[in-house]
């Protein structure tokens, strides 16, 4: 892959920053997301920051709201604060499950900034449809892609993703109505490639959702388990 000879962002790293997004209906989330966090990616160069309602963490900088006014305020409170013009998004239950590429992802995030590209999406959930002229690493996401608009874990362009995101949505209304919103978006959107059918690919690998409809799902657990990560207050269900 033409990765090796994309140029890396060492100098730079006060351009980007790590949003985590949460709330404190998910706070028993949070302690297996920085463990695994610390322990899969220690070399992270960016700075964290964590947008929450109420609580804090201490791995990373807190941007709180202080009361739970919905996903996408949360989201804008942090980013309109946060110093950095790219960052690389994650849901609390995106949890890493072994080591990250740190190599790889400094260098997607060089060439996200080169190449003023809107999203760059680290790990192919959808992925491309058509090449990228930058790097044979990368696809393009098409414009009329109905999956253009996807959460899952990318580098934006914060003046995009605030562009996407409105005051009380869940990320569920931003990906529904991503498709409308994202025609008005003139930054390229690019994913990286799927590997094969049953290796994702892409420098971060994390299960991609390790809360669904507010059920902890079996693979999370088995993660837990396998890295010892301490179940003391984990439910099976999360309650509202």
């Given at each position: 892959m033409l990765i090796?000879?994309?140029?890396?962002?060492?100098?730079?790293?006060?351009?980007?920053?790590?949003?985590?997004?949460?709330?404190?209906?998910?706070?028993?989330?949070?302690?297996?997301?920085?463990?695994?966090?610390?322990r899969f990616w220690p070399d992270c160069p960016y700075e964290v920051h964590f947008a929450v309602d109420t609580g804090s963490h201490p791995r990373a900088i807190a941007h709180v709201t202080g009361t739970d006014i919905g996903w996408g305020s949360i989201c804008l409170n942090a980013l309109r604060t946060i110093p950095a013009s790219r960052v690389i998004m994650f849901q609390e239950d995106f949890l890493i499950k072994s080591k990250v590429d740190t190599n790889k992802v400094r260098r997607f995030v060089r060439h996200a900034h080169d190449q003023d590209i809107g999203c760059l999406r680290l790990g192919p959930c959808p992925g491309p449809t058509a090449p990228?002229?930058?790097t044979e690493s990368l696809g393009t996401i098409e414009k009329h892609d109905p999956h253009k608009v996807s959460?899952?874990?990318?580098?934006?362009?914060?003046?995009?993703?605030?562009?996407?995101?409105?005051?009380?949505?869940?990320?569920?209304?931003?990906?529904?109505?991503?498709?409308?919103?994202?025609?008005?978006?003139?930054?390229?959107?690019?994913?990286?490639?799927?590997?094969?059918?049953?290796?994702?690919?892409?420098p971060v690998p994390y299960i991609i959702t390790a809360v669904v409809h507010d059920v902890w799902q079996q693979d999370a657990f088995d993660l837990m388990a396998r890295e010892g990560i301490p179940m003391d207050g984990i439910t099976r269900v999360i309650p509202r």
């Open positions: 090796d000879f994309l140029p890396d962002d060492l100098g730079q790293e006060d351009r980007t920053a790590v949003l985590v997004v949460s709330c404190s209906r998910f706070k028993q989330v949070w302690g297996p997301f920085f463990t695994l966090f610390e990228w002229h930058g959460l899952q874990l990318a580098v934006w362009k914060k003046s995009v993703l605030e562009t996407l995101i409105k005051d009380g949505d869940s990320p569920w209304q931003v990906e529904g109505q991503g498709p409308q919103r994202v025609l008005a978006v003139k930054e390229p959107f690019v994913s990286v490639w799927r590997e094969s059918e049953n290796v994702p690919g892409g």
